[in-house]
Every structure is written in C-alpha cells, then in structure tokens.
C-alpha cells in the first residue's frame, strides 16, 4: 500500500480529487477538477452531508479524500449549514458528532489534550504526519458510537496520539495516591495505547470485558449518564422557561425526554425527602384552563424552608367543589407515590395530611368550599372525605393578598363618575383611544415613531391586558408620559381618516380637568401597583403586612387625602400639569378649530375633591381585606425593622397565635421576650431580613445543651415554623401556569399526556435551595439515567448563525429616559413625601363618609360586610379574642346561624349532586330491558294500538285503573303522561311488545307529593274546560276521587295555585295573572308534572331482549 507521501506527490502532480460517486475511488484529471467544483456548487445540502460523511471515513487515497472533504466543509459553511468554532474546528451543525470536553485527572494522565474524531486540528495533523494512518481521524466516531468510554488526546507538545479510558482514568486517580507507580496501571487508565496498529475494535472490545474495566464501571455506575454541566444546563434552561421542544446544543430528542423524566424524578424525591421531616406545610392552589396547579411551601425542625410543585391535575368533570377537593386528593397521593404507577407511600401521605396547617387560595366560592370539605367543615359526596378528615389539623385558610389588593383599585373607581367616565373613554373601554391606537398596527407604527423622536420616557406601545384590571396601569402612565405624541397621532388621524367617530367624540370632550384626572388616576394605579407587586410574592414575609399596609395608605393620604400633593411630588400629575402649564402649550386641533388646553384655577381642586372618595374606600377596603384580627397581621410581633420597639397589643397577637397553634400562652411571651434581642442583634451586625434574623437566633440558641437550657422553644418553635413557611400569596401558582403558557404552550400536552405535563410543570418551577439543592437532583438523575441507559452517546454540536453577535432595544435607548427609571424616580419621591410629613392630624373617616354618594356609601358597606364575614370565620376557627359580652354573643350567634346555612346549602347541593348523577346515569346508554319484568300490572293501550298478546299484563280498557300505558313511542298522548304521573306508574313503547328498541319513563309518587304541597290548589277557567273535556274529565277525578289538589273557584286563586288556561287568548287569564296564580296550558301542564316526577333512576332506553 503506498504511503501518504507517495499520496500526496500523486495529488499534487495530477490534480486530482474524488468523484462524488461513492463506488468509485479513482483519480481525475484537471479538467474533471472544474466540473467537479461545478457540482457542488449545484448539488443539494442533504446530498453533501452525505457525501462529506463518506469521505471522511473512506479508507483508499486517505488524504485525498480529506482533501475533497475539507473542499465540500468551505462549500457548507458559505451555505450557513455548518460553522467555524472558536478554535477553528469544523462542524455540522446537524447529524456530526461532539463528543465534549473531559477534564483528564492531571497525576494519572499529565499531559494530553483531548481531539474529537471531527477536529480541524486532527484532519491537518493526519496531512502532516508521514508514518501515521491516523486510524482516529478515519472511525473515531465509529469506535465510539460502540465505546461511548473511548477517548483518544496528544501527548503534551508532541505529534503522538493516544487514546485511553474515560471511565478507567478517572477510577484509578480516585483510589490511587498522589505521586504513586503507576506503572502497573492499565494502559487504558494512563492514556498510553500506542501504536495505531493496535487500534482494533476487537482490542476495546476487550478492555471493556476487563476485570479492571468492569471495576471501574462498577464504582461509578453513573459514569455513562450526561454529565453533571448537562443536567445543570437543562435545569437553568427549564427554569428560565425556555421551549421544552427546544432539544438544545443538537441532544437528540429521545435522550431529552428521559433527561426530563429524570430530572422530574429526582426532583420529587428531593421534595418527598423534605415534606418527610416538615414540621409546617402550606399549601397554595389555583386552576387555569381545567388544570389545578399545587404549590407547597414548607419548614423543618431546623428551620430550613423548601417549596415547589406537588402535582397539576386536570379538572375534566366539572370545576365545582367536589371536583376541586377530588383533584387535591389525587395530586397528593399522586405526589406520594414515587416513579410511575407504583404504590403510595402511606407514611408520608399521613406526615404531609397531618401537618398542612394553611391552605392559600384566591377568594373563588368554589376554592373556599373545595378547603372547608378537606378540613370536614363542609359536607362532601365523596365516601373517603366523609369517613376522615383529609387535613385534619389546618389553622387557617388564607386568601390570595394581591387578589385582595385589586379591590383597592378596581372597585372605588366604579363609584367616582368623574374619574369612571375619563378614564374609561382614554384608556378602558372598547372606543376608548387607547384601545384603537394599541389594535391598529398602523397606528401603533405612528406613535412609536412619534416617541421615538422625542425626549421624554421611551415606550413602546399603550397594551393592557383587559382582563385584568390592574394592568391598565402602564396605559395610563404611558398616556401621561407621551400626551404630546399621543395628540401629534390623533391630529395624524383626523387628518387621514374621515370615520372615526370615537375619536371625534374624544375631542369634543377633552379639557384641562380631563387630563389632569387621568394623570390622577395613573398616580392612583401606580401607587396600588407598587403595593400589589409587594404582596404579589409567594415568599413575602406575613410579619410586614401591618407595616406594608400602612404605608400604602399614608402614600394615598399624602397624595389624594391630607395634605393632598399629588400635584406637587415627581409623577404623573406633576408631569401632566407641567406639559399643559409650559411652552408651547398642548394643544387641540378639531373641526377646524384650534384651541389650547389650559389648566383653570379650580381644576386642581377639583381632582382632589373627585379622589377623597377613593381615599376613605382604601381604608375600608383595607381593614376588610387586611383584618387587624387576623393571624397574619398578628404576626406583626416577629417584625424587627421598628427599631425595638413593640406593639401595644403584643400580647394579644402572641395570645392569637398561641390558640391557633395551640401552644402555652405564657409559655409563648416568656420564650418570645427571651429570644428577640438575640435575633434584633442578629438582624442589626448582618443587615438581614427579620426571617433570616429569626432564623439564625434559633439556630445559634440551639447548638448546644447549654444554650437550649437558657433559650427554651418549646413554644415559640412552632411560630417560628409557621413565620417561616407561611405565605399570603399564591402568586408562585400563577407565575407557574404563565412560565408554562411561554414555555410550551397551553395545549401542548394532550389529553393523555397528563403525567408527561405534570413532570414538565415540576421542572419549570424548580429552585435551587439548600433543602432541594441543585447538586443532589443531578447526582440523582444522573443514577436514575444510568439505570434505564446502557451507555450515553453524547450530543451532537449545533451553534446559532449570530452567535456573538450583541442584539437588543439597549443601544437604541442610548441617553434617553427609559419608562421603568421614571417609575422608579416617582415612588421614590411619594415615598419621601410620606416621610417628610408624618406630623400630620389623621383624618376622620368616619365623618367623611357619611358625605359621600349612594354609590361610595354602597361600596362601604360592601366592604363592611366582607370584614363582618371574616369575624365570623375567625371566631368560628377560635383566635378571635377580647370580645366583649354583648359582641361575643353576637358572633357566636353569626357563627352559629352560617353553620346552619352551610349545612342547609349542603344538603341542597348534595340533592341537586344526586338528581344530576341520576339524569346523567339515564342519559348515557340503553340498558337491556325484559317488559316481562313488570310483573302482573294492569295494561292501557293507546287508540290505534291493537292488543297484542302482553302475558303477565292485564288489559284495562279504562285508564285510570291502569298503571302501565302502552303507547306509540313517537306520539305519546298528554293523558297517558297525566294518569302515569297521578297513578305512580310507567309509560311503555309499543314495540317493546313486539321485541324492539323502545323506551320506559317510570314516575314516583314521592315526588308528586312535594309537588302537592308546593301547589295545594287548582282552578280550571271556562274556555279550558270548553276546550279540553276529556283532560277536565281526568282533572275532575284527580281532585274528587284522588285528593291530588283541591279545586277552587276563581275569586279564592292565589299564589300558590296552578291555573289551568286554555292559552294566552283565554278570557279569564288578565285575572288570574292579577291574582298571582301560575296559569300553564295543557301541555305545560303535563310537561311540568313529569319533569317533576320523573325517577330517572327507572327511566332509560331500552332495547328488547
């Protein structure tokens, strides 16, 4: 066989490459070099990546086919399909393999640099080198697609390559000492195979059935899974919300998929190993789309916090309550049962049940219903909930805080018309100018121009998403930001457009006061924004409610209440009145005129006095939805930024926290008063939160005999648990279900892909934390890989065309305001105002509202109402305490008449629940039916049927003494219907007799009885009876004979008589209808009989045996 030189001197001299027909590996002359070049330039990109495959593993004329495979590589990357690496290295983007990097152990193997089979560097060694065949260039990928353990690497400077054993090298510097022999070490291990030669599959073949090989796997069984930089990379990716379809750095899809149930796996165990040992779990849920997503958040002895994803079942029956507990139910146990369909695990379903002590939803009917059938305070159909209390020990049921601070906004502004109706013609409604510029793309176009040229806050459109209310916030700011553009576009359309009727409309009523109320209302949203955004964390300390609270009303006071200066701090006002007062002016171009907008000496005033309403309906709605009573506000106590001082009412909160948590009260303020100096300390050297504060006291008082004999915490653990994993938000549910709408969609997982979906769900929400800590769910996954995977055959490499290349809005907004500076400059500045004016007289509330409105008086009430309830449920759960007799007795009356309430609406839910189940059973399928099994009855056949042979039925020619009518299915008679309803029996098909597919409606006299005493009396007019004698006929006898209702005359009709009618022409029914009697037809008549007194449960389609 020639050598390379001899190769290359041919090369050289002839010119010659390789055709591109793989069967044929001869030289071609000069003219074919040409031609050849041509056919690229023509062929396909699928037909030369095949080809470039082919060359690179081709055995005859070696480095002339690297040759023609370096020429095809240029040919691909001036196509985009492959690109150049950072070192110069050559790659497919798809279908080429990439091994990665390995960090070789240094005192094993000193010196060698790792080559994948691909590399640039290793394609120009093997042109270079005269004594080698370079066997790794040629089926390097080959070898290890079979030894995924192969990896091959230059000795130091040198042109020698060597290949060795991953899993061998990495086995003997774990278990072999430093500066140790290491002759006597396998030559796989120290990466000194050497020569080519011996580079068979046969040899590696051999290794890898080695004893020491095998040793080596056996120490490290997850030596073939990804590597841990993989998982961490996948884990950063899913939380960040990336695509889920997006396999990523060229992973094959398959691989992925089992990296995700892994990682899910391992995840789970991870919360399962914690949820074991928690002392405090709260539970946050909330349902989108038919899916009930659960959170938990939960705390151990130690006082390390842990939260995640418990499961995300799918309401596929109904949203109702019992449908809400039974998904709760089936996540939990689905949770508590580790890999996929095994067998619960009993022990920490118990834990977990038996130590959920709050559960935090929003203010839904049907989740507030769902939390009392968990806690057995209300009745459930479900046999499991029925027998036992499935959270047995729960404290508290909380209500989502950032749903409660909408009311702030959302409400009182429906009872300030002033504020309503300029605010809902700028921005809210569907005419509104906001809404037409935002829909149209052409007139967005014009107003990002429009603000592009000029100098104030850069935005990018005025978008709200309508079904919340709260983000009409940021259309409103920026309509105040960018007034001048926004009028520049509107003149733009009047100018080009003759139907805009809404903008005309506009126009006409804008004005100064107009202006500067909806510069008002943005303050207003703004100043709510700020404070719903604090609550709107599912880790927000519930200690600093009272003191968050606070804050936000004395930043409304400072603004809209006393001293009312609004105008006059850095916002949207200031900003609005500064346009309309400076030059040039703002002014109106409409109907040919033009006008400036001025701003008068009153309008000022006028504002102000049009947001006092706002301003008392924000204390009222805060004290109903933030009650002074409640377990969160009590535990304003463990809020260490007062600076040491404490509450008046300490001992009230710690006597309140002390009945839920049902621990000592004296125990709990000598243990509280013992240990806070230790965490205001702590909180004072370390500048941390009062979480953290609390965290290390207990800590610290607890490392050793000593200390726990000084610092007892017995009682005060439990609150310090419950401090620490208690929320009063369920925004991490939320956020969850949007992370998940960007990152694959809402319909991406189907019907039957329920488990794959809530795996996906549980690795999207995942956080690093010392509990779940990021290190422990790989090494994990890693092992539950390992297991299902024989060998791991790496990825393949794949880079982004713009990669490096530096892209975003940042460079365009290069020495401009940008929008969320600005926001922050403004809350900045209400804040100082508050600060700078804290010697102000409070306002009294309650001689302010009996000023206001119906509408304000209305919403109040409303308010109070709300705070009344929550009484009510305080005191019914116990820590509703220092009542006076009179207000004692009243509450307990309250709680006692909504206990009856509940149990009455629950009986009429469970009655409504039975009657759906039975019309549903009904419904569904035909049943098989012998009408033999009537037994010996009394037979009626309608006119026209002839009697056939109906053995054990009687005939009865009268039809009142039957209780079965034979009829034609397809015109059934009122009277048949009428004499089954009166006599309890059953209306039959005809051709049942005869064997075919019929139908059976049985009655039940039960019902007819409750129908009786519904309505005892009937009245017949005159022109029914004259109509209708063979229905009066049976009506008499009904009455007379049968006692079904009592019959009366016209003068004695009431409310609670049915009136028979002959229709809506019957001269008596202008009479009836001002006696208040219930006049129906015949046929509605009977139509309202049968619906009442139907047995569904006896009553289907048959089909004949």
């Given at each position: 066989m020639p050598s390379s030189t001899v190769i290359k001197e041919t090369v050289k001299k002839e010119a010659t490459i390789l055709p591109l027909k793989s069967d044929s590996c001869f030289p071609l002359n000069p003219e074919a070099l040409t031609k050849q070049k041509n056919m690229l330039k023509n062929m396909s990109t699928k037909g030369i990546q095949a080809k470039w495959g082919y060359l690179k593993n081709c055995s005859p004329f070696k480095n002339q086919a690297r040759t023609l495979a370096r020429k095809i590589e240029k040919e691909l990357i001036r196509r985009g399909v492959m690109v150049e690496d950072d070192d110069d290295e050559s790659t497919l983007t798809e279908g080429s393999w990439h091994p990665g990097v390995m960090a070789l152990p240094a005192k094993i193997v000193p010196d060698v640099t790792l080559v994948s089979p691909s590399s640039k560097k290793l394609v120009e060694h093997g042109q270079r080198c005269q004594t080698s065949d370079n066997a790794w260039l040629l089926k390097g990928s080959f070898w290890r697609r079979k030894f995924p353990w192969l990896r091959a690497g230059f000795a130091g400077n040198s042109n020698i390559l060597t290949v060795g054993c991953k899993i061998c090298a990495l086995h003997a510097a774990k278990f072999t000492a430093a500066g140790s022999d290491t002759s006597q070490l396998s030559p796989y291990a120290t990466f000194s195979v050497r020569p080519e030669v011996t580079w068979k599959s046969w040899r590696f073949r051999h290794h890898a059935q080695s004893k020491y090989h095998i040793a080596a796997h056996a120490a490290d069984p997850t030596s073939h899974a990804p590597a841990a930089e993989e998982w961490q990379d996948l884990v950063r990716k899913l939380s960040r919300g990336h695509s889920q379809r997006d396999k990523g750095d060229g992973t094959p899809s398959t691989r992925t998929k089992l990296m995700h149930y892994c990682l899910s796996e391992a995840?789970?165990?991870?919360?399962?190993?914690?949820?074991?040992?928690?002392?405090?779990?709260?539970?946050?849920?909330?349902?989108?789309?038919?899916?009930?997503?659960?959170?938990?958040?939960?705390?151990?002895?130690?006082?390390?916090?842990?939260?995640?994803?418990?499961?995300?079942?799918?309401?596929?029956?109904?949203?109702?309550?019992?449908?809400?507990?039974?998904?709760?139910?089936?996540?939990?146990?689905?949770?508590?049962?580790?890999?996929?369909?095994?067998?619960?695990?009993?022990?920490?379903?118990?834990?977990?049940?038996?130590?959920?002590?709050?559960?935090?939803?929003?203010?839904?009917?049907?989740?507030?219903?769902?939390?009392?059938?968990?806690?057995?305070?209300?009745?459930?159909?479900?046999?499991?909930?029925?027998?036992?209390?499935?959270?047995?020990?729960?404290?508290?049921?909380?209500?989502?805080?950032?749903?409660?601070?909408?009311?702030?906004?959302?409400?009182?502004?429906?009872?300030?018309?002033?504020?309503?109706?300029?605010?809902?013609?700028?921005?809210?409604?569907?005419?509104?100018?906001?809404?037409?510029?935002?829909?149209?793309?052409?007139?967005?176009?014009?107003?990002?121009?429009?603000?592009?040229?000029?100098?104030?806050?850069?935005?990018?459109?005025?978008?709200?998403?309508?079904?919340?209310?709260?983000?009409?916030?940021?259309?409103?700011?920026?309509?105040?930001?960018?007034?001048?553009?926004?009028?520049?576009?509107?003149?733009?359309?009047?100018?080009?457009k003759e139907d805009c009727d809404w903008l005309h409309k506009w126009m006409d009523n804008v004005s100064a006061k107009k202006l500067l109320l909806v510069a008002a209302a943005a303050d207003a949203a703004d100043t709510v924004m700020e404070f719903l955004r604090l609550m709107d964390n599912e880790s927000q300390d519930p200690a600093i409610l009272n003191s968050e609270v606070h804050s936000f009303l004395r930043n409304v006071d400072i603004q809209f209440g006393q001293p009312g200066q609004v105008f006059d701090v850095n916002g949207y006002s200031k900003h609005c009145l500064d346009l309309l007062q400076a030059e040039p002016g703002l002014y109106v171009k409409h109907r040919g005129q033009q006008k400036r907008l001025r701003v008068s000496a009153g309008d000022r005033r006028a504002v102000l006095e049009a947001f006092k309403p706002w301003v008392h309906l924000c204390h009222e709605a805060c004290e109903a939805e933030f009650p002074h009573f409640h377990l969160f506000s009590s535990m304003s106590v463990l809020d260490l930024r007062s600076g040491g001082r404490l509450t008046d009412d300490r001992y009230a909160c710690l006597q309140r926290l002390a009945v839920a948590l049902q621990v000592d009260e004296q125990g709990l303020v000598s243990e509280f008063d013992a240990l806070r100096p230790v965490a205001m300390a702590f909180r004072e050297q370390q500048d941390c939160t009062s979480r953290d504060a609390w965290k290390q006291a207990f800590r610290r008082s607890q490392a050793s005999s000593a200390l726990r004999e000084k610092y007892e915490t017995k009682n005060l653990a439990p609150l310090l648990q419950a401090h620490a994993c208690w929320t009063t938000s369920s925004s991490g549910v939320e956020q969850a279900f949007s992370k998940a709408e960007r990152s694959h969609g809402a319909k991406h997982f189907g019907p039957k892909a329920a488990d794959s979906e809530r795996r996906a769900m549980v690795c999207?929400?995942?956080?690093?934390?010392?509990?779940?800590?990021?290190?422990?769910?790989?090494?994990?996954?890693?092992?539950?890989?390992?297991?299902?995977?024989?060998?791991?055959?790496?990825?393949?490499?794949?880079?982004?065309?713009?990669?490096?290349?530096?892209?975003?809005?940042?460079?365009?907004?290069?020495?401009?305001?940008?929008?969320?500076?600005?926001?922050?400059?403004?809350?900045?500045?209400?804040?100082?105002?508050?600060?700078?004016?804290?010697?102000?007289?409070?306002?009294?509330?309650?001689?302010?509202?009996?000023?206001?409105?119906?509408?304000?008086?209305?919403?109040?009430?409303?308010?109070?109402?709300?705070?009344?309830?929550?009484?009510?449920?305080?005191?019914?759960?116990?820590?509703?305490?220092?009542?006076?007799?009179?207000?004692?007795?009243?509450?307990?009356?309250?709680?006692?008449?909504?206990?009856?309430?509940?149990?009455?609406?629950?009986?009429?839910?469970?009655?409504?629940?039975?009657?759906?189940?039975?019309?549903?059973?009904?419904?569904?399928?035909?049943?098989t039916w012998r009408w033999q099994s009537l037994g010996p009855a009394k037979a009626w056949f309608a006119t026209g049927l002839p009697p056939t042979a109906c053995a054990p039925l009687l005939q009865e020619q009268d039809i009142r003494a039957a209780s079965v009518f034979v009829v034609d299915d397809s015109a059934i008679p009122s009277k048949a219907y009428f004499m089954a309803v009166a006599t309890g029996g059953c209306i039959l098909s005809y051709s049942l007799l005869l064997k075919r597919a019929g139908i059976k409606s049985q009655y039940c006299l039960q019902k007819l009885e409750s129908l009786k005493r519904k309505w005892p009396t009937l009245h017949c007019t005159p022109d029914f009876k004259q109509q209708e004698p063979a229905m009066t006929h049976l009506l008499r006898w009904a009455v007379f004979e049968k006692k079904m209702w009592s019959g009366v005359a016209l003068e004695n009709v009431r409310k609670n008589t049915i009136c028979l009618v002959k229709d809506k022409t019957d001269a008596n029914l202008a009479q009836l209808k001002r006696a208040g009697g219930h006049w129906h037809s015949k046929d509605e008549f009977v139509q309202l009989l049968t619906a009442a007194c139907i047995d569904y449960g006896r009553s289907f389609g048959v089909s004949a045996a």
């Open positions: 995840i789970l165990h991870a919360y399962r190993v914690f949820l074991a040992s928690a002392q405090s779990i709260t539970l946050m849920r909330d349902e989108r789309q038919g899916r009930l997503l659960l959170r938990f958040r939960a705390v151990d002895a130690n006082l390390r916090v842990c939260s995640g994803c418990i499961g995300q079942p799918r309401l596929v029956e109904g949203k109702t309550s019992e449908h809400i507990a039974r998904a709760t139910v089936k996540a939990l146990k689905l949770f508590c049962t580790p890999g996929f369909g095994g067998s619960v695990d009993e022990a920490l379903l118990s834990h977990v049940r038996s130590h959920v002590h709050i559960m935090v939803t929003d203010a839904a009917s049907a989740e507030l219903l769902a939390s009392d059938i968990l806690r057995s305070r209300r009745r459930s159909d479900q046999a499991e909930l029925q027998r036992d209390v499935f959270f047995p020990n729960i404290v508290l049921l909380g209500r989502d805080a950032s749903h409660a601070c909408m009311r702030l906004l959302k409400r009182p502004w429906h009872v300030m018309d002033d504020v309503k109706d300029a605010v809902s013609s700028t921005v809210t409604n569907k005419e509104s100018l906001a809404q037409k510029i935002f829909h149209s793309p052409n007139y967005s176009f014009w107003l990002q121009e429009a603000i592009a040229k000029g100098a104030g806050p850069q935005t990018s459109s005025l978008s709200a998403a309508k079904h919340r209310f709260a983000s009409f916030a940021k259309p409103l700011g920026r309509f105040c930001l960018n007034m001048r553009p926004i009028f520049d576009v509107l003149h733009k359309i009047l100018a080009l999207l929400t995942y956080n690093d934390s010392p509990a779940a800590s990021l290190a422990s769910v790989v090494d994990k996954a890693r092992a539950l890989y390992a297991a299902r995977v024989s060998r791991h055959l790496g990825k393949y490499q794949r880079k982004r065309l713009d990669k490096g290349v530096k892209t975003g809005p940042r460079a365009k907004l290069a020495g401009k305001v940008v929008e969320k500076t600005w926001i922050k400059r403004r809350r900045a500045s209400v804040r100082a105002a508050a600060a700078s004016t804290s010697g102000q007289k409070p306002v009294d509330h309650e001689v302010a509202i009996a000023n206001l409105s119906q509408k304000a008086q209305k919403e109040i009430a409303n308010s109070r109402e709300t705070l009344l309830k929550k009484k009510v449920e305080a005191r019914r759960d116990g820590y509703f305490l220092g009542l006076g007799a009179a207000e004692g007795l009243s509450l307990e009356q309250a709680a006692a008449k909504r206990a009856r309430e509940d149990a009455k609406a629950d009986q009429a839910m469970h009655l409504k629940r039975k009657k759906q189940e039975s019309q549903l059973l009904s419904t569904t399928n035909a049943r």
